[in-house]
C-alpha cells in the first residue's frame, strides 16, 4: 500500500522522514522547492536528512494517488483541504489535533467522505520522531480490520502504534490538552509555580474529561496516550507551542502569530461546545479569554481562584 504525507510542516514532514526510513513515502507540501533541493526541510526540522524512500512532490494529483493518506496540515486548514479534494476510495489518517472553529467538527467527522478515517495522535514532538527517538501514538479507527493494517503499515521501529477504536475520545484528548498546555505556559510564565501548574493540568483532565464523556468518549481512552499522556508533554516541555505560547501571555510578551498554535482556535471552538451541551469548562473558557485578550493572566487566575468551592 503506498503512502503518501499531506502537508510539510514539521509533523507532516517528521512522519515522512520516518516512513521513508523503511520503504517509500511520498510527501507533499505547498511550498517544497527548497526541500527537493536540500533533501532536508530547513525551515521546520534542520539538519534532519530525508531517506532516500522519502520523495518530495509537488504535484498534489500524483499524492492524492496514494493508498492511504496522512492529513499533517493545521486542524484549521482540514475543512478547507476536503472541501476542494476528492477523498472518496481513500484512507485517510488526520495527524492534526484540534476542534474546527467553523462547524465544531473534530477531524474524523470533517473526513467522512473518505473511505475510511483515522486518526493518529498521542505524545510526540516532530523534532523527536524526526531524530529516530522513541515514541508511542494512538491510532484510531473505528473498523478494527483497517486499524489493524494502518498499525502495520505506519508503526516504525522508533514509533510505536497502539491501537483504538474509540476515535472520538482520541481526537477530543488530543485537541483539548492544547488548551489546557496553553494554560499551563501561563502559569509558568508568569512565575506562578509548580504546584498551581500541576492543580491547572489535574483540573484541566477533569475538564477535558467531561468533554469527552458528554461525547461518548470512554473514559479509559482518556487515560492513554492520547488524552493524561499528551497532557503530561504538552504542559511540562518548552518544545511545545501551545506552551510557548502561554509562556509568553504569561509573562506579558509578543508571540509570533504564524506559528501553529492549535489550542488557541480549539479554545474559542469549544465556548460554543460548552454552551451547546451545557459544561462547566471553567479553565478552557479562561484560556480562551486569555488567548483574545480578554482577561490577563492575574484577571484569569482571580476569575478561577474566585469560583465556589466544590467538592473534587
Ligand atoms: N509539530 C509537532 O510536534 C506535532 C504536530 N502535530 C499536529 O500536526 C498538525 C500540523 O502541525 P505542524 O506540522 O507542526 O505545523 P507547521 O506549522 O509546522 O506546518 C503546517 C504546514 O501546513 C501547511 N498548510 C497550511 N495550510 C495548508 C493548506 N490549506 N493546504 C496545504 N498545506 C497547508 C503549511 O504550509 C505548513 O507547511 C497540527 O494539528 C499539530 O497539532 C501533532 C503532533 C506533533
Ligand atoms: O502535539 C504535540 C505534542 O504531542 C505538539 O505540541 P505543540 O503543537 O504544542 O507544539
Request: charged letters at 15%.
Amino acid at each position: 500500500m503506498s503512502v503518501a504525507v499531506i502537508g510539510a510542516g514539521a509533523f507532516g514532514t517528521a512522519l515522512a522522514i520516518t516512513l521513508g526510513r523503511q520503504g517509500p513515502v511520498t510527501l507533499w507540501g505547498r511550498d517544497v522547492a527548497g526541500m527537493q533541493a536540500e533533501r532536508q526541510n530547513p525551515r521546520r526540522l534542520p539538519d534532519v536528512h530525508f531517506p532516500d524512500d522519502l520523495t518530495v512532490s509537488t504535484q498534489l494529483e500524483t499524492a492524492l494517488a496514494a493508498d492511504i493518506l496522512l492529513m499533517a496540515v493545521p486542524m484549521q486548514a482540514l475543512a478547507g483541504f476536503v472541501s476542494s479534494h476528492d477523498l472518496s476510495g481513500k484512507t485517510v489518517v488526520a495527524c492534526c489535533k484540534g476542534i474546527d472553529l467553523n462547524t465544531g467538527f473534530g477531524p474524523a467527522k470533517i473526513l467522512e467522505t473518505a473511505q475510511h478515517a483515522a486518526v493518529l495522535t498521542g505524545p510526540s514532538f516532530a523534532a523527536d520522531i524526526a531524530r529516530g527517538l522513541p515514541t508511542a501514538l494512538t491510532l484510531a479507527c473505528s473498523q478494527d480490520a483497517v486499524a489493524r493494517d494502518l498499525q502495520a503499515q505506519l508503526s516504525t521501529p522508533t514509533l510505536r502504534l497502539y491501537r483504538s477504536a474509540d476515535v472520538i475520545g482520541a481526537e477530543l484528548g488530543g485537541a483539548l490538552k492544547n488548551v489546557i498546555a496553553i494554560g499551563c505556559g501561563a502559569v509558568m510564565g508568569a512565575g506562578l509555580g509548580h504546584s498551581a501548574r500541576a492543580a491547572l493540568m489535574t483540573r484541566g483532565f477533569a475538564e477535558m474529561q467531561r468533554v469527552a464523556g458528554a461525547y461518548g468518549a470512554q473514559a479509559d481512552t482518556l487515560m492513554g496516550l492520547s488524552g493524561l499522556g499528551d497532557l503530561t508533554l504538552t504542559c511540562t516541555s518548552d518544545q511545545s507551542r501551545n506552551y510557548q505560547l502561554g509562556l509568553a501571555l504569561g509573562a506579558g510578551r509578543a508571540f509570533d502569530a504564524s506559528v501553529t498554535v492549535e489550542g488557541a482556535a480549539t479554545a474559542q471552538a469549544l465556548r460554543r461546545v460548552a454552551a451547546d451541551r451545557k459544561l462547566d469548562l471553567p479553565i478552557c473558557g479562561t484560556v480562551a479569554d486569555l488567548v483574545d485578550g480578554h482577561v490577563d493572566i492575574k484577571g484569569a487566575m482571580d476569575l478561577l481562584l474566585g469560583r465556589p468551592l466544590k467538592e473534587e
